[in-house]
């Protein structure tokens, strides 16, 4: 069955330091999306993308970079992690050609000490 | 400025009885809706979305109403049940672009 994943599900670092959450799906969808999600602001659009090589900031996005080079995969990278930073995170991907819906992975939590 | 608005974050109700969820929203453009449940540990899944060409779509016990002009929309959820209890968002979108905007969620308890 097709899915899209997150890794690791939970994960621990410093402040500082450089993360890497990863995001692969195997629909084959053009689009992927990134959110955090913080009690009081809702899922807030960090970075998206609507295609290979396309990257696009979202609302929230300062702090935060990713990169497409294939399909399957957008890993969002930390650049140098702040305690602000400390959310869950949820990576999402939909069809293009029309409005559609955006299926979601099974988020990321990470803390930021 | 928050685009899409759930203004009430908590709501209980007993079970067989009727929940229904609020979601406002100020931007005119917004012409496609969805609705999302959220369980703990758990991304949200899509539950019904609706056109801003309809004021009404219904799916089982699940139904979205629009009204374009209060620019507002209303998940109701008919009978409730205990498994129902989650986090609900809406979100909206604008035709051209496949970003959504999401509201800030609503905790949804049937009490059985």
């Not at chain 1, 939970?10 to 450089?18: F, N």
């Not at chain 1, 009690?39 to 970079?65: A, M």
């Not at chain 2, 209980?12 to 959220?38: A, H, P």
């Amino acid at each position: 069955d097709a899915e899209i994943t997150q890794s690791p599900r939970h994960k621990i670092t410093e402040t500082g330091r450089q993360v890497t959450l990863a995001c692969h799906q195997t629909w084959n969808h053009n689009n992927m999306f990134w959110y955090r999600q913080d009690l009081g602001h809702g899922l807030r659009l960090i970075h998206y993308s609507y295609g290979v090589q396309d990257t696009n900031k979202g609302e929230v996005s300062d702090g935060y970079s990713v990169s497409r080079s294939n399909t399957e995969d957008l890993p969002l990278t930390l650049e140098s992690a702040a305690s602000s930073q400390t959310s869950v995170y949820f990576c999402a991907s939909s069809e293009s050609g029309a409005q559609h819906t955006q299926y979601f992975g099974p988020g990321t939590r990470l803390t930021v000490l | 400025d928050q685009q899409v608005k759930q203004n009430s974050p908590s709501l209980s109700v007993q079970e067989g009885r009727i929940s229904i969820l609020n979601c406002d929203y100020t931007n005119s453009m917004f012409d496609y809706f969805l609705w999302y449940k959220k369980y703990p540990a758990e991304g949200p899944t899509f539950l019904i979305s609706i056109s801003s060409i309809k004021d009404k779509n219904e799916d089982g016990r699940f139904t979205v109403f629009l009204n374009k002009s209060a620019k507002h929309l209303s998940l109701h959820i008919v009978p409730s049940q205990p498994g129902d209890s989650a986090v609900y968002f809406c979100a909206a979108s604008t035709s051209g672009t496949y970003k959504y905007i999401f509201g800030t969620g609503t905790r949804l308890k049937v009490l059985a």
